[in-house]
């Protein structure tokens, strides 16, 4: 297994840590550990697909499994927020809804022989939605991590913590971006669903 695909791979088993941090309180800074694993499996979704492609080492097992590990890797993150009352369960409905959508899309597409590629407009989405949850992340690390995570996470903007505004901005910020990407992507390949359009 090359490089590419066994930092795919470790995605999934971080995905694991991440959710094991977050949702059970073994320690007082829990979600700082939280934050770690999730930081680190948002590295390997950068890496593997810059190493891939310049060493030529797109496999199948690659293009597969790697937006999978991506998708579950958000989709869980968003899930255990609702569960942990961080994020609105409508927001995450969206989330996950357009997730089942463009991967629905993507299998009729391959039914008849035809490769969708992600777009731009869908990076950006990614993107957004993996900053909204690190904000999210550091804004219930500044509680846990003490003094020290109070100098690192909570230097002021607008007379309160900068985290305090920004995650609830950023979160708005993705779920804005993953609706419009999603209804652009299903416009652009309406043909394949609305043949007669």
Known sequence: MNVPNQL???RFILTIAFLVAVLVDFAPWHNLIALLFFSAASITDYLD???ARRDNLITNFGILMDPLADKILICSAFIAFVGLG???AWMVVIVVARELAITGLRLLAASKNLLLAAERFGKNKTISQIVAILALLVQHCYDQAGPVGRVIFGF???DEPWVEWFAPASLW???ALTLASGGIYLWR???LYLPDL
Do not use: D, K
Request: charged letters at 10%; a positive charge; hydrophobic letters at 55%.
């Open 189 to 191: 390949n309406r043909a």
């Open 49 to 51: 697909g810059r190493i």
């Open 86 to 88: 961080w994020v609105p």
């Open 156 to 158: 002021h903007v607008f």
């Open 8 to 10: 795919t791979v470790s």
């Open 173 to 175: 910020v993705a779920v």
